[in-house]
């Protein structure tokens, strides 16, 4: 790390340094006005990325200023402090990023305050930061802090997490704009084995919606859908060999998920989005059972253009 002959250097330390720093921007902060609700969280926003960076240079030391960030946050965040302010959008990244470090040092408190803030929460609120949000659960999937949240999101079909992740996940023409998520990021991870999250992607191997078509020309096939602008680009497809033409072949909603489940579990299922919706659909069926309760744990992979 940068820096590191600096690590000998006393009264004051850079440890210290640091968080005289972050205590001097706090400080600020709460000399704004604060009617609790459109006030400007700026100051705590710059105190979130320095005492980040010093949980890199010395986690122990960083530890008990975190843990205050992290209360000021909550309380900022919360669900009757309505905000619109891109520092309150920030903080919402940065908040994650703060349990994240108090865990892995290993404050057994973290993951549980985390966990109540997330089921109170309306995630639209926080469009821009789903993926930062929810990266706690990625990176500790079997905690058990989460007990009572995987079916809070996605198993609960009234609950506002349910709803949003179901709404970002399905096909809309008319949206302008998206999440910076797609569902599909978990498919990889050790949570496609969680119970409700399984459920949640039989959901989705369900939906037959139209989703979209192949795109392109031979030699450059990619995905033409409708379900975010993000991904606009970002899946392209290996035609068969010696094959027909496949450019302008619709693909459904449920073919989308499936053929992106079947690149990323081990041993799972072939599936191709240009072949014949009676062989897909077999497919599909197969992927359902792969994913049912009967079904032992899977072991992922990263995605592999097929």
Not at 193 to 213: Q, Y
Not at 219 to 245: C, H, I, K, M
Not at 280 to 288: G, T, V
Request: proline residues 8%; glycine residues 8%; neutral net charge.
């Amino acid at each position: 790390m940068r820096g590191e002959s600096l690590r000998s250097k006393f009264n004051p330390s850079v440890s210290e340094l640091m968080i005289k720093r972050v205590g001097d921007f706090v400080e600020r902060g709460r000399e704004e006005i604060d009617n609790g609700a459109m006030d400007d969280v700026s100051d705590l926003n710059q105190a979130c990325d320095l005492v980040l960076c010093l949980g890199q240079w010395d986690s122990k030391a960083a530890l008990k200023t975190i843990q205050v960030l992290t209360d000021l946050s909550l309380g900022k965040l919360d669900p009757k402090n309505r905000s619109s302010l891109s520092s309150h959008t920030q903080l919402a990244g940065q908040l994650p990023a703060l349990i994240a470090v108090r865990a892995k040092a290993g404050d057994t408190n973290a993951l549980a305050e985390y966990a109540r803030w997330l089921k109170s929460i309306e995630p639209g609120r926080f469009f821009l930061q789903p993926r930062q949000i929810l990266n706690p659960l990625k990176q500790f999937p079997s905690d058990p802090a989460w007990a009572e949240v995987w079916g809070f999101l996605f198993d609960d079909e009234q609950s506002p997490w349910f709803i949003f992740l179901r709404k970002i996940s399905s096909p809309d023409p008319a949206r302008m704009s998206s999440p910076w998520f797609a569902i599909e990021e978990f498919f990889g991870t050790p949570i496609i084995n969680n119970g409700p999250f399984r459920t949640f992607v039989i959901r989705l191997l369900r939906d037959k919606s139209p989703c979209g078509k192949i795109g392109g020309v031979s030699g450059g096939y990619w995905l033409d859908q409708r379900l975010s602008t993000e991904r606009a680009f970002a899946y392209t497809v290996q035609p068969p060999n010696g094959g027909p033409e496949i450019a302008g072949k619709p693909f459904r909603t449920c073919d989308f998920y499936a053929w992106l489940l079947s690149n990323r579990i081990k041993g799972a299922p072939v599936f191709q989005l240009y072949w014949p919706e009676d062989k897909r659909d077999a497919a599909i069926s197969a992927l359902e059972k792969m994913l049912g309760p009967n079904s032992g744990p899977l072991k992922t992979r990263p995605f592999q253009e097929p």
